[in-house]
């Protein structure tokens, strides 16, 4: 049911103006947002009032104030972490378990990990190596991702079989492209490409020795949008290169959540007259080379780019005594890193 049934405003632009005006925008700065985005001035003027009026809107922004009480929490909790290096993605070579969870895990910090992967085979991975190991294995991968600016929320739609070695031949065109990657929902690793997994060694005492994790392949050019996951993820590039960029958990009202799980902000070129706040976010970002990990901790939000051919293995499952830790109400994971 729509808020105003007679409304000549796009749906979208009514949603939006009603979040934003909740949320304290002044009505000018919103009607102009609006109006700049494309939405039309009259329509607009119309919708404002009524809106404005409705008893719904005066409910809306009461619980906004409590909101803007518990954002004020977090926002006292950033200024607190970016003093103490909180803008600076830590880069770490030799790490003990000990300092990985005292200080990353459990101190909810992102880190980049150096030198624990030197004695994994998969780093001398090749398309046509790959191609002899799995050629023949039928492997289902995400195609039609493009014309879909939903994909990653509509993925049942885009699962697509073929032989491994059809979609090798696909990657080894050289085309940079967005439109077919093969992601963890596709399940390959533990399915068809399970010999792959022989080639991978789980950080001693950082990861479950019994972890299987999970695999990405895919050209240069895919681009995972803006999301969260619901456990922590250790990220480990395997053949190519990903550019990442992450924003803090407890900087969640300034990236504009989506359904829960994706960002409404493009990072990679993000509107800030449609998304102000995004500009007061603490971005970190790096280039993720082969043989490097990154530590990704629960609930913070990443945008993940790849800039080559990419092979990418990443774990869920650590070695922490009792259970991993999760979001209290965990959304659908994003999983497509």
Same mark, same amino acid.
């Given at each position: ?11 979208v632009?009514q949603e939006?103006l ?17 109006v700049a ?8 003027d119309?919708e404002?009032?009524?809106?404005t ?5 005066a ?6 104030l ?12 950033r ?6 290096g909180? &803008? ?13 969870f ?5 101190g909810?910090?992102?880190?980049? !990990?150096? @030198? *624990? ?7 001398d ?7 002899a ?5 039928v ?6 991702r493009?014309a879909n600016?939903d994909?990653?929320?509509q993925y049942?739609?885009?699962? %697509?079989?073929?032989p ?5 031949? !696909?990657?080894?065109s050289? %085309? ?7 992601v963890p929902?596709?399940e390959?690793?533990?399915q ?11 950080? &001693? ?6 972890a299987l994790?999970h695999?990405?392949? @895919?050209?240069?050019?895919?681009v995972?949008?803006l999301?969260v ?7 480990c590039?395997v *053949?190519?290169r990903?550019?990442?960029r992450l924003v803090?958990s ?23 007259t449609?998304?102000p ?26 945008w993940?780019q790849a800039?080559?051919?990419?092979a ?9 005594? @009792? ?8 959304p659908a994971?994003? *999983?497509d890193?």
């Amino acid at each position: 049911m729509t808020l105003l049934a007679t409304s000549r405003l796009d749906r979208v632009w009514q949603e939006w103006l009603a979040e934003n005006l909740a949320m304290g925008a002044p009505v000018e700065q919103a009607r102009a947002a609006a109006v700049a985005g494309g939405a039309d001035a009259d329509a607009v003027d119309a919708e404002l009032g009524e809106l404005t009026a409705h008893p719904y809107f005066a409910v809306c922004r009461r619980l906004a104030l409590r909101y803007d009480w518990m954002e004020s929490v977090l926002d006292t909790y950033r200024t607190l972490r970016n003093s103490d290096g909180g &803008e600076t993605l830590e880069r770490r070579a030799g790490i003990t378990p000990e300092e990985f969870f005292a200080r990353h895990y459990f101190g909810h910090r992102p880190v980049v !990990l150096e @030198g *624990l992967m030197t004695d994994w085979p998969a780093l001398d991975w090749t398309l046509d190596g790959l191609a002899a190991a799995c050629g023949d294995a039928v492997v289902e991968v995400m195609t039609g991702r493009e014309a879909n600016p939903d994909h990653a929320w509509q993925y049942d739609r885009h699962r %697509t079989t073929m032989p491994f070695r059809d979609y090798l031949t !696909l990657l080894g065109s050289g %085309t940079r492209t967005n439109d077919y990657y093969m992601v963890p929902r596709n399940e390959n690793w533990s399915q068809a490409l399970r010999p792959l997994a022989a080639d991978v060694r789980p950080p &001693e005492g950082i990861v479950d020795p019994t972890a299987l994790g999970h695999l990405l392949l @895919g050209p240069a050019g895919t681009v995972t949008p803006l999301h969260v996951d619901n456990s922590t993820v250790l990220l480990c590039q395997v *053949l190519g290169r990903k550019h990442v960029r992450l924003v803090p958990s407890y900087e969640r009202h300034l990236v504009y959540p989506r359904g829960g799980t994706f960002s409404a902000v493009d990072a990679a070129r993000p509107d800030l007259t449609r998304h102000p706040r995004f500009a007061e976010a603490t971005v970190l970002e790096t280039v993720l080379e082969p043989g490097q990990m990154l530590l990704i901790p629960v609930g913070w939000w990443h945008w993940v780019q790849a800039l080559d051919v990419s092979a990418t293995v990443t774990f869920h499952h650590f070695q922490v005594p @009792g259970q991993n830790h999760k979001m209290a109400t965990p959304p659908a994971a994003g *999983l497509d890193e």
